[in-house]
């Protein structure tokens, strides 16, 4: 295959799209840091956001692909901002105690119910929907268990780490309600065209 041939390819242009488009996101910070103290990031910040953020539009990219369905698209756009939202925010300053905490590492096993719920699927939308509620639950019990276990204090307060948790359970709900609107309108497999 020519170099030509490579960089003509769609999957070459857009996963070069995603990487410009992350690059372009990370010049607020950057920004930012010109302004005001408060942003402080170094090269290790900036490489880990952009991987975060290629990572989570690659992932869009490959999962959305050729679906015609716009509930399904928004399901999948909701669900990965949800993950790239909760990974975000813990190795920034951590939803239970700070983002050393070790307690924050039980977000890790919600996004893996995700990942495992969609592979199980096979990405089909009625199978993503109950992944994805899934994950909503999972989220609630990890609130549960930090609660139950006065986990993060005295740095999160009990309510914190409810209204956090309980923003991130409904989004994971939203993506699920998303995916079960998209299952309805496709038809069953098998299902003959009408035409």
Do not use: C
């Amino acid at each position: 295959m020519t170099q030509a041939m490579k960089t003509d390819h769609p999957a070459y242009r857009s996963a070069i799209g995603v990487a410009l488009a992350a690059a372009l996101v990370l010049l607020l910070p950057l920004l930012a840091m010109q302004i005001t103290d408060e942003v402080a990031w170094d090269l290790a910040d900036f490489a880990v956001a952009w991987t975060l953020l290629v990572g989570a539009g690659l992932t869009y990219k490959l999962v959305a692909r050729g679906m015609g369905n716009i509930a399904y698209r928004a399901a999948v756009g909701v669900a990965v901002a949800t993950a790239l939202l909760l990974v975000w925010v813990n190795l920034a300053v951590g939803v239970i105690g700070n983002e050393g905490d070790p307690a924050n590492l039980m977000y890790g096993g919600v996004i893996a119910v995700g990942i495992i719920g969609a592979l199980l699927a096979r990405f089909q939308p009625r199978g993503m929907a109950r992944a994805l509620f899934a994950s909503a639950l999972a989220q609630a019990l990890v609130a549960v268990i930090a609660l139950s276990a006065g986990l993060g204090s005295p740095v999160s307060r009990p309510l914190e780490i409810l209204v956090a948790n309980g923003l991130f359970a409904a989004l994971w709900g939203g993506s699920a309600w998303l995916f079960w609107s998209a299952a309805r309108t496709q038809p069953p497999a098998g299902a003959e065209p009408q035409g």
